[in-house]
């Protein structure tokens, strides 16, 4: 044993990774759970956090689904988390049912198809005729399908899922991204941000950068650069943890989800 | 919210609206496989060891392969894996670097090193294996004297263990490496069990996450444990044929009414191990009834895994997994039936008195599950003197032959 650690978790590194013997915080609360709150506040403080995980989610998923443009996509986006506020949507949320995930992809589903037949209904005056809801990938906008979708991606129910799921790892990165951008601003580790930024967001393991070259790109020593990217990685998992501990349920759906977003899909 | 939301209707970017939020960022699909990977990847920064490939992924941790940088040679390490809030992983993986280190044995892995890494996460560093797991290692063909004698030395690495006061209780060909030199090596000890008073002490500061060096629990974990049969702690007792009248004897005291120090998440009722090898009493979930039998059972389900070449029924405590194969001896089936017993007490009551019984068979000698009968008893006296009975048989031919030709 070298004596610089220990093999307890209490003392020994600690760095950025707060507390808990995992390596992140257990203290954040739950926005699910404070969704269901008595408190209005605390309902509409929630939200607010909900919202901004999944914001860009739900946005692509109603352009690539519903097929809309990315103005109307603004306004369902808008729309949807302002009526889950009203109507106390996520209240009705089961954690023993399955994911949160599921759960309001399912309430958004049902308020676009809402959104769209009031919409239908009002363009016919009343409306006669059954209209279908709208299939997948087609819409108004043509063009706004989310960046080249296949016709069959959006087909069936597991796909739909498969597909939220997908762009619901990316808003998280996104965001996680964003705020480390943000916190290393703050901290004045900006060089750190951009050696990941370089490394990790623009080259992205193509091989096509090297630390010696991106060293001599940010006039520092190539050991610096593998600590930027170090310090970044912890960083960024720290928050991503951080942001799925606030937008899960349980200990168990916490899990769930880390292990799908960090690492390798599930088996 | 709402009041930010309605603001920024319109907004360009399709991130949330809000104050100082960034155009759109989409990240490339490469980029968000790229930082899933990295952001999950052990931070070394300080340790002393860089990082050179993933080895295997499992439900407690990820173990790399990573290089010493003091002693320049490969390792392996391994780190918690899931995200961890209650800490139960992790002292799982400190409970369980703790246990290699004093199991030292040619059969078990040496920890090197342990600790906590800057992100947080519990990590130990072992021997880096250079082998193959047990089941590739059977798909190979080995010969069926080969394959008994590495099956007796993971019944001496057990046995050692049970000596220390340990329970596995995951014993699977996938838990079992088959090193370069034909030694085996048992891995994965994530949930065994500790028996006796110094196994709540170790579980108590595995959990409480005290420094091994210079804590106050830094005795031996072996040191309090009571000792099956009085067994040295610190070598395994070779071997012993002809006690074989104490295979069916009820287990000792200490065995059937262990204190136990269940590691963190293995309270009682929880299901621990894998299907096919776990025992009746483990697939029930009945922790406190789980003691080195559980083992034993586990151990005849790897036999009969070696013998068939494919794992036990799948319902757990199946004690006659399938019948004998051809070319499989009626004794070796039934040296598996007896560690497979669904009654504990009707088990070999140690995994050294299993691996006498595999001697015995090698050795030509009947064996004690199984009671042969003279057509076998016949086949095995032949079998194991067969040197003799050919040149017996040579002798008479001789005479014979001699016998004719003399008449005519």
């Not at chain 1, 939200?47 to 097929?67: C, D, H, I, N, Q």
Request: aromatic fraction near 6%; charged fraction near 25%; proline fraction near 7%.
């Amino acid at each position: 044993m070298r004596n610089h650690r220990d093999i307890g978790g209490g003392a020994g590194g600690g760095g950025g990774a707060g507390a808990g013997g995992g390596g992140f915080p257990s203290t954040r609360r739950s926005a699910v759970l404070g969704a269901r709150s008595e408190d209005a506040a605390e309902r509409e403080r929630s939200l607010e956090t909900l919202s901004a995980a999944y914001w860009k989610p739900v946005l692509r998923y109603v352009r690539a689904r519903w097929g809309k443009s990315h103005e109307d996509a603004q306004d369902l986006t808008q729309g949807f988390f302002l009526r889950a506020l009203e109507k106390d949507f996520f209240a009705g949320y089961d954690p023993a049912k399955g994911r949160f995930r599921t759960f309001l992809r399912t309430c958004l589903d049902a308020y676009l198809a809402n959104a769209h037949d009031a919409a239908s209904a009002r363009k016919r005056g009343g409306g006669i005729a059954h209209v279908p809801l709208i299939a997948p990938g087609g819409g108004d906008d043509p063009d706004a399908r989310g960046g080249g979708i296949p016709e069959d991606a959006l087909a069936s129910s597991e796909s739909q899922e498969r597909w939220f799921e997908v762009e619901w790892i990316r808003g998280l990165l996104e965001l996680a991204v964003e705020r480390l951008r943000a916190e290393c601003e703050e901290k004045g580790r900006a060089t750190a941000f951009r050696a990941f930024e370089r490394y990790d967001l623009e080259d992205a393991g193509e091989g096509r950068l090297s630390y010696e070259t991106l060293a001599a790109e940010l006039g520092v020593p190539v050991t610096t650069v593998t600590n930027h990217l170090a310090l970044a990685r912890r960083e960024l998992r720290r928050i991503v943890l951080e942001t799925l501990r606030e937008i899960t349920a349980s200990e168990e759906e916490f899990r769930l989800e880390a292990r799908l977003v960090l690492g390798r899909d599930p088996d | 919210m709402s009041g930010a939301r309605r603001e920024n209707r319109g907004g360009r970017g399709d991130g949330p609206p809000g104050a100082g939020e960034p155009a759109d960022r989409r990240l490339p699909d490469r980029a968000v496989a790229h930082l899933r990977a990295v952001a999950d990847l052990p931070d070394l920064t300080g340790t002393g060891y860089a990082l050179a490939g993933e080895i295997a992924r499992g439900g407690m941790g990820t173990v790399y392969r990573a290089r010493d940088l003091e002693l320049d040679r490969e390792v392996a390490l391994k780190v918690v894996g899931p995200p961890d809030a209650s800490g139960d992983l992790s002292s799982r993986l400190r409970l369980e670097a703790r246990l290699l280190a004093r199991l030292e044995h040619p059969n078990l892995v040496p920890v090197h090193d342990a600790g906590t890494l800057p992100d947080g996460r519990v990590f130990y560093v072992m021997k880096l294996v250079r082998g193959m797991r047990l089941d590739a290692w059977r798909r190979e063909g080995p010969g069926r004297t080969a394959t008994l004698r590495l099956f007796q030395k993971i019944c001496e690495a057990v046995a050692f263990a049970h000596a220390q006061g340990v329970v596995h209780r995951d014993l699977k060909p996938e838990n079992v490496m088959v090193g370069a030199f034909g030694e085996a090596l048992v891995m994965d000890w994530g949930v065994a069990k500790v028996l006796g008073s110094a196994g709540a002490a170790a579980g108590a500061a595995a959990r409480a996450g005290a420094a091994v060096v210079g804590g106050s629990d830094d005795a031996p974990i072996a040191g309090a444990l009571p000792r099956p049969g009085g067994a040295a702690a610190g070598a395994a007792p070779s071997p012993s044929p002809g006690r074989t009248s104490e295979r069916a004897s009820p287990p000792s005291p200490e065995r059937t009414g262990p204190t136990t120090a269940p590691i963190p998440g293995t309270e009682p009722g929880a299901v621990i191990g894998t299907r096919g090898y776990m025992a009746p009493e483990q697939a029930r979930g009945e922790t406190e009834r789980v003691d080195g039998r559980a083992d034993i059972y586990a151990l005849g389900a790897i036999l009969h895994f070696l013998l068939h070449g494919r794992p036990p029924g799948a319902a757990p405590g199946d004690a006659s997994p399938s019948p004998s194969a051809p070319g499989v001896p009626r004794a070796l089936d039934a040296i598996r039936d007896c560690a497979m017993a669904d009654d504990p007490g009707a088990r070999y009551p140690t995994a050294l008195e299993l691996s006498a019984d595999v001697d015995r068979f090698l050795d030509g000698l009947p064996v004690a599950a199984h009671r042969e009968n003279l057509l076998e008893r016949t086949g095995r006296l032949l079998s194991r003197h067969r040197a003799l009975v050919a040149l017996v048989l040579a002798y008479l031919l001789m005479r014979v032959a001699l016998i004719f030709l003399r008449g005519e």
